[in-house]
């Protein structure tokens, strides 16, 4: 029992520690994003845009930021153009920002349900709201996330035309479509579950308290 | 709510205190207090049977029903 308090207060402690972090990431990230904003020359650095080799139907395996990375068998190179998508740098930021004001989120909700364990009452309809908007907030981001990702795919597809760079490979599509959906689909559904629970808890703890 | 506890009317008059209630039923004074304060949504059975059981009284006696006036 007193181990388990201990455990408590170091899981509390650790998640105030993560908190502040988070609060400084990002306000370093927001202050890059508005500082970007506001000084676009800052992101617009002249990049070359030299195809490294010349083959036909190229396939593109990674995109991001402003870097296409190209490869054929195991030989690879990267792409660097702003002229890729120009707005990229300043959809990436906002997109990283929106990521790093979900994780603050999620590590205030944390911290908000060990409190809620350290005073021997963690089922609530408070955090159970929290939770909800937990979940809503990172399934929004991790739509945005993969409507960029949709995005750069049809706009490479469509605009880019190097010599020799013609083809969006199917594996990059796929691993795109599966890895993205797993990563920012399935934790907003955990989530979901997650409040679900705290609710279903928060109502039968209600129920008992008030039958005699 | 229209149901009525008439428990401290009960308890006058077999001139019991709470305290000595919650011991004999072994339930807590302040979940019984709650329930003489009509604050509980609710009572189970067996409450109902030890609480008439010790206060020697039907369910009527500390239950009433009180329609609401418009």
Partial sequence: MKGNRRLINIAFAVCQVLFVLAVIITTV????FVAGLFLPEML??????????DLPNVPVNL???KVAQISI???SASIESKEILPSL???NGLLNLLWSGVILYFIYVAKVLIAGVKERNPFSMRLFVKLKYASLFSLVVGVLFVAKSLMIFMFIENNVDYPGLKEVSNAYLSG???GQVVRYMLLPLVVFILAEIFRQGALLKEEQESII | M??????DVMLAKRKMSLTKLSELIGLSIVNLSILKTEKAKGIRFATLEAI???LDCQPGDILEYKPDSE
Avoid: Q
């Avoid at chain 1, 990230?29 to 890059?32: A, E, M, N, P």
């Avoid at chain 1, 650095?45 to 080799?53: A, G, H, L, T």
């Fill in chain 1, 29 to 32: 990230k927001l202050g890059r």
């Fill in chain 1, 44 to 53: 617009d650095k002249n990049i070359s845009c030299s195809v490294p080799f």
């Fill in chain 1, 63 to 65: 995109i991001s930021g």
């Fill in chain 1, 73 to 75: 068998n195991n030989i």
């Fill in chain 1, 89 to 91: 740098p300043y959809i």
């Fill in chain 1, 176 to 178: 795109m479509v599966t």
């Fill in chain 2, 2 to 7: 229209p149901i009525i506890i008439t428990l």
């Fill in chain 2, 52 to 54: 008439c059981r010790e």
